[in-house]
């Protein structure tokens, strides 16, 4: 089973975003994701944007993952 991860994209350099979860940041790959823009919600899967999502949608995952 595998369980991808909400976050906002804070910044882009090139390939690379940098997103932020609970006050963590780290970087992710964008190679899977190109049109992903600072402010996304996106869906980070093992160091990989895989989708976005609303802002809405990712606001329901933290409250269930009590973030």
Same mark, same amino acid.
């Given at each position: 089973?595998?369980? *991808?991860?909400?976050?906002?994209?804070?910044? $882009?350099?090139?390939?690379?975003?940098?997103? !932020?979860?609970?006050? $963590?940041?780290?970087?992710?790959?964008?190679?899977?994701?190109?049109?992903?823009?600072?402010?996304?919600?996106?869906?980070?899967?093992?160091?990989? *944007?895989?989708?976005?999502? !609303? !802002?809405?949608?990712?606001? !329901?995952?933290?409250?269930?993952?009590?973030?």
């Amino acid at each position: 089973m595998c369980l *991808a991860i909400p976050v906002k994209l804070t910044s $882009i350099e090139g390939n690379i975003g940098w997103v !932020e979860i609970g006050g $963590i940041k780290r970087k992710v790959s964008l190679v899977l994701l190109p049109d992903a823009q600072v402010g996304d919600y996106i869906l980070i899967h093992a160091g990989f *944007a895989i989708s976005k999502v !609303e !802002e809405k949608e990712a606001q !329901e995952l933290f409250d269930l993952l009590n973030i």
